[in-house]
T-cell receptor, first 114, second 113 residues
Framework: DQQVKQNSPSLSVQEGRISILNCDYT??????FLWYKKYPAEGPTFLIS?????DKNEDGRFTVFLNKSAKHLSLHIVPSQPGDSAVYFC?????????????FGTGTRLKVLA | DAEITQSPRHKITETGRQVTLACHQT?????MFWYRQDLGHGLRLIHY???????NKGEVSDGYSVSRSNTEDLPLTLESAASSQTSVYFC????????????FGPGTRLTVL
């Protein structure tokens, strides 16, 4: 049973436009959420995080929104750039349950078209 | 600079052989993790460790083992390699504080023939 789901395997966006990547989760105990970016032949790199006490976190062009009632989070990239083309993973953890494990989604491949 | 390294980066082996993938981190992190990445499955947790001599099974641990004898290293052993274990393997570490983001190594591509 997939606890963290990324239902869109791929997304194409024009350069300069907004990219919106979505993630759904099922476990209401999740309290920390991360987004990772992965280029081919490299390990994932941390992008941005949000805790369950917030509903929004911004870092430059990247904003993560959390809707706890819907168990949904999204990553907005504005404006999108060709260098943003990568696979994006969301991940969730239930740290108040005493675990440091993150459960990862299946990833969304973003292609930003020049 | 602190880093996390994996070796080898590429490995081809035969069914039934024992294989060990190395992971070494210089962050001095207590937590270390092994994942495999497969198309359609994302990153799945194999084993993890919260400190020296501590090891725990993840969601896809069958056929794999780990041991943690020091802070820096968490080698992953495939006891008898199977074709289903052909995958890209990532090691990660974290310090267990704050959002506790994990730092990943560059990956090892393993092919079992």
């Amino acid at each position: 049973d997939q606890q963290v789901k990324q239902n869109s395997p791929s997304l194409s966006v024009q350069e300069g436009r907004i990219s919106i990547l979505n993630c759904d989760y099922t476990n209401s105990m999740f309290d920390y959420f991360l987004w990772y970016k992965k280029y081919p032949a490299e390990g994932p790199t941390f992008l941005i995080s949000i805790s369950s006490i917030k509903d929004k976190n911004e870092d430059g062009r990247f904003t993560v929104f959390l809707n706890k009632s819907a168990k949904h989070l999204s990553l907005h990239i504005v404006p999108s750039q060709p260098g943003d083309s990568a696979v994006y993973f969301c991940a969730a953890s239930a740290q108040t349950s005493g675990t440091y494990k993150y459960i990862f989604g299946t990833g969304t491949r973003l292609k930003v078209l020049a | 600079d602190a880093e996390i390294t994996q070796s080898p980066r590429h490995k081809i082996t035969e069914t039934g052989r024992q294989v060990t993938l190395a992971c070494h981190q210089t962050w001095n992190h207590n937590n270390m993790f092994w994942y495999r990445q497969d198309l359609g499955h994302g990153l799945r947790l194999i084993h993890y460790s919260y400190g020296v001599h501590d090891t725990n099974k993840g969601e896809v641990s069958d056929g794999y083992s780990v041991s943690r004898s020091n802070t820096e290293d968490l080698p992953l052993t495939l006891e008898s390699a199977a074709s289903s274990q052909t995958s890209v393997y990532f090691c990660a570490s974290s310090d267990g504080t704050g959002v506790d983001e994990q730092f990943f190594g560059p990956g090892t591509r393993l092919t079992v023939l």
